[in-house]
């Protein structure tokens, strides 16, 4: 079988079955046939009224659903409402998912294109994991503890957090140790932010000052507590640093008080303070701690033992997710993610993005390199709070990475 690959890495078989005026059960056999003799591009529409018996013939073939491509389309007279079609064509064909939604033709009507066009992207930015078969629950963990603790207690099957989690789990005598498989993070994502503009702003800028930092043992204060070191100062007896404030309220406390010089904040608080004349970004922690692991997917050994094929198909889908930010601009990213974040604009998230984006955030594989390890196991010893380094072969499992596609 020959297959076209799209730009974000897609591949679409190039022979495919057209489903236009099959009716019923002779629509039915149509598509058993086809597949029978080779046939795995499958395509029907909202406008072929026949998308119950494509999606039967799907099924009654036995094949796997995965080496099936199937299309449909919505037809221009549904553009002000393409939810309730892309919910019929999933509920008619009943094979999981859809690998490609069309719009039928462009309608003369712009804004209804446009609406059912941006809507599609919405649908789109959850499919990697549809496409790979997974049904997917995402849960909010609160930071990297209550994370850790629900893949521990099995709450939640893998987990997304600082990498540094597993390695304190490990050192508790962890029994099923929880292991990195995925690195998706390269930098830290916090930035400093000073009151005024500072453009030839230097780590020594900081003597005498008072900075609002972030929890002991906190990834972002070890972080920033690991740069001050590498630029001759003492976090101690340099300057002041506030960590009574809980995270995520350190940027409304900056604009409450003046009694600080300084914050470390992320995203979207250190543009929101940029945006409301409150703040300036002078540094970015991630560009000067070097490329640190700062954010990975792990799973426990014994649930990576018994579901290689979840972990490898979850692994799959993320290296797609890789490669489309790899691949599109932070103005094309910034549209595909808007969704998750209703509270904020277009304009704040593609800033957000840009910024993350120049600076190298994101890996182009998710392979957990040792070296990366290593470094955070640096910081993690120069705070203190490593009671002896781990071996990395023993907390990084890099098989599913590696066999990305």
Not at 295 to 306: F, G
Not at 337 to 342: H, K, R, S, V
Request: hydrophobic share 35%; proline share 4%.
């Amino acid at each position: 079988m020959e297959y076209i690959t799209m730009r974000n890495g897609t591949k679409v078989p190039m022979l495919g079955l057209g489903c236009y005026k099959s009716e019923e059960q002779e629509g039915v056999e149509a598509v058993k046939s086809a597949i029978e003799i080779g046939y795995r591009h499958i395509d029907t529409a909202n406008f072929y009224e026949n998308e119950k018996y494509v999606g039967r013939g799907i099924r009654e073939s036995g094949i796997d659903r995965e080496k099936l491509f199937v299309v449909s389309k919505i037809w221009p007279t549904s553009f002000k409402t393409p939810e309730v079609a892309i919910e019929y064509s999933m509920r008619a064909l009943n094979i999981d998912y859809i690998d490609m939604y069309l719009l039928h033709w462009p309608s003369q009507n712009e804004y209804a294109r446009n609406h059912a066009f941006e809507t599609l992207l919405k649908y789109k930015e959850k499919g990697y994991f549809k496409d790979e078969g997974l049904d997917m629950t995402l849960i909010t963990g609160f930071g990297a503890d209550k994370t850790m603790t629900a893949v521990i207690s099995g709450e939640a099957d893998i987990g997304f957090m600082g990498a540094e989690a597993s390695i304190y789990a490990y050192q508790e005598g962890a029994t099923d140790p929880v292991v990195n498989f995925a690195q998706l993070t390269q930098r830290a994502g916090n930035f400093l932010v000073a009151r005024e503009e500072m453009p030839d702003f230097k780590w020594e800028d900081l003597k005498g000052r008072k900075v609002l930092g972030g929890r002991k043992g906190g990834m972002p204060e070890m972080v920033f507590e690991y740069i001050l070191k590498q630029n001759g100062l003492d976090p101690q007896k340099d300057l002041s640093i506030d960590q009574s404030i809980d995270f995520g309220a350190t940027a409304a406390a900056f604009t409450g008080d003046d009694s600080a010089d300084f914050t470390v904040e992320f995203e979207p608080s250190a543009t929101a303070l940029e945006k409301q004349g409150a703040g300036y970004v002078v540094a970015s922690l991630g560009v000067d701690s070097g490329y640190v692991p700062y954010t990975s997917y792990s799973a426990k050994t014994s649930y990576m033992e018994k579901n290689p094929d979840i972990m490898q198909k979850f692994t799959d889908a993320l290296q797609k997710g890789m490669d489309y930010v790899q691949s599109h601009t932070p103005e094309e990213i910034a549209e595909v993610i808007e969704p998750q974040f209703p509270e904020t604009d277009l304009d704040t998230i593609t800033a957000i993005v840009k910024r993350y984006y120049d600076q190298d955030t994101w890996k182009e594989n998710l392979v957990f390199g040792q070296d990366g390890f290593e470094l955070l196991q640096d910081i993690l010893e120069d705070a203190g709070e490593l009671k002896e380094r781990t071996p990395y072969t023993e907390l990084v499992n890099t098989e599913f990475a590696q066999n990305a596609s």
